[in-house]
């Protein structure tokens, strides 16, 4: 999915007055904004599957393209999302929103356990709505791969275009987590419910993610 209509949402009509004037003043300053963080979250499963994210924010968070780490691989991927008022900008996909998940988690996890929460929200959300016509269509084999199980399906889809992203960066502390047991378990403790559900969802994650980018099959 690279492109998605929510003119006519009410409820971003205020993100959409703060993102036109941060539209603005980056043009002026010749840089590019993206939205990033729980915004992005909410606007791609809330909106685009229709199903409610465990946690709700007031934030706008948003990316600003000076030396964010993985900026153009993520702007690349991002769903055009056109708000109220026909104002389009750049939110980051899924995939794009996992890593920086795990990396939050990995710096922030003694504190609180809501990345991890996020984490699961965000993968879960890749077989629902129209990433499951996706999976069906386009990811046939990854279905069959995981039993029909869309879910895992969805999640392994997840983490192979998550590393897809990070072609041209150093995926090594994300592959450095999920290769820890111990990270492994924590991570999947965290992200609340099942915690034997959450492994197996973790599991085809890492398959997806171990998976060589495109370009060097």
């Known amino acids: 999915m690279r492109s998605f209509n929510a003119s006519t949402a009410a409820d971003l009509e205020p993100v959409a007055l703060v993102l036109a004037e941060l539209s603005r003043r980056a043009s002026e300053c010749g840089v590019e904004i993206m939205v990033v963080g729980a915004t992005a979250r909410d ?5 685009v599957v229709g199903s409610v994210p465990e946690r709700a924010t007031a934030d706008i968070d ?3 393209a000076v030396n964010v780490f993985g900026f153009r691989e993520a702007m690349a991927a991002a769903v055009h999302v056109t708000f109220p008022g026909n104002l389009v900008v ?5 995939p794009a929103q996992s890593v920086l998940k795990i990396l939050a988690w990995q710096d922030r996890h003694h504190d609180n356990r809501r990345d991890a929460i996020d984490l699961k ?3 879960t959300a890749y077989h629902e709505g129209p990433y499951l016509d996706q999976l069906y269509v386009d990811h046939q084999e990854l279905v069959e791969l995981h039993e029909f199980d869309p879910r895992l399906a969805g999640a392994h889809r997840s983490g192979r275009e998550a ?3 990070l072609a041209r960066e150093n995926p090594g502390f994300v592959t450095a987590l999920l290769d820890s047991p ?4 924590l991570l ?4 609340g419910g099942l915690v034997r559900e959450n492994r197996s969802l973790l599991l085809a994650y890492s398959k997806g993610f171990a998976e060589p980018p495109p370009e060097t099959l």
């Open 62 to 64: 948003v990316a600003v």
């Open 182 to 185: 111990e990270q492994f378990d």
């Open 163 to 165: 590393r897809s992203l």
């Open 121 to 123: 929200s965000i993968i």
């Open 188 to 191: 999947a403790a965290d992200m």
């Open 90 to 94: 750049p939110v980051a996909s899924l």
């Open 43 to 47: 606007i791609l499963i809330r909106h």
